[in-house]
């Protein structure tokens, strides 16, 4: 683990690859207040576990689990690293979608009960965001403030989150794969299943073997 320095209220520390699971590993650090010695502990405030980069060209998509207020700059960080430009929550707010529109990431709300499949509603929404990014390269829906909002075809990336980032989030990305890529869906689960372990359950691994492509949108992407 990197070294800690320079820390007067809030320690803040960023995954450096040695943790097992991606996430960072929480800790204590000792903290220097402003009233002259005062020793205290801070806890390290940290992702709750590592987003998960799912390229299948030129389609490219980070699932989450749910930021939250304490932890939002972090999560932040990890979209601009990787290009977000449109964000989708797919479960109830935990934070405020308008941080994340100053750092210039669209959020788009399209929040389905956890356990169900997604309502056609949240499917057509989000397909029209993905080929709005990859196929029209328009830019996505509600796009417009930012440097992340200038991203075009293959330079957007798409975040998608709900409670943990292993049932409804990855659902969608699989759609996304079946609709655009052409994918058979058992292909789909499996390619999001190496890059993000235990996405996907049994019930929803039945729904997406009987999903019909009904957007029409024609194969975009090549298997990796």
């Known amino acids: ?28 650090v000792e903290a220097k207040g402003n009233g002259g010695g005062a020793k205290g502990t801070a806890p390290i405030v940290k992702l709750g576990s590592k987003p998960t ?19 939002l700059h972090l ?35 399209m929040a389905y009960a956890d356990g169900t499949r997604p309502p ?16 029209e390269g328009g830019g996505g829906a509600g796009a417009g403030a930012g440097a992340g909002a200038d991203a075009r075809g293959g330079d ?18 699989a759609i996304a794969l079946i609709e655009f890529g052409g994918c058979d869906p058992i292909v ?4 999001i299943r190496k890059h993000r372990r235990g996405a996907i359950n049994a019930q ?6 009987q999903y019909t492509p009904t957007f029409n949108a024609g194969c975009v992407c090549s298997i990796m």
């Open 120 to 135: 056609d509603d949240v499917i057509k929404q989000f397909l029209g965001v993905v080929k709005s990014r990859f196929v």
């Open 75 to 109: 999560y932040i960080k990890e979209c601009k690293r990787h290009g977000v430009t449109d964000l989708v929550r797919v479960c109830s707010p935990s934070y405020s979608a308008k941080e994340m529109e100053l750092a210039g990431i669209s959020v788009h709300e």
């Open 188 to 191: 789909a689960v499996d390619f």
């Open 53 to 71: 980069l799912i390229v299948h060209s030129p389609l490219k998509f980070l699932i989450m689990d749910s930021p939250k207020k304490e932890n």
């Open 204 to 209: 929803q691994l039945d729904y997406l073997e």
């Open 1 to 28: 683990m990197a070294s800690v320095t320079g820390i007067e209220d809030v320690a803040v520390a960023i995954n450096d690859g040695s943790s097992k699971n991606g996430s960072v590993v929480d800790a204590k």
């Open 156 to 173: 957007a990336c798409i975040g998608v989150h709900c409670v943990a980032g292993l049932g409804r989030a990855p659902v969608l990305v």
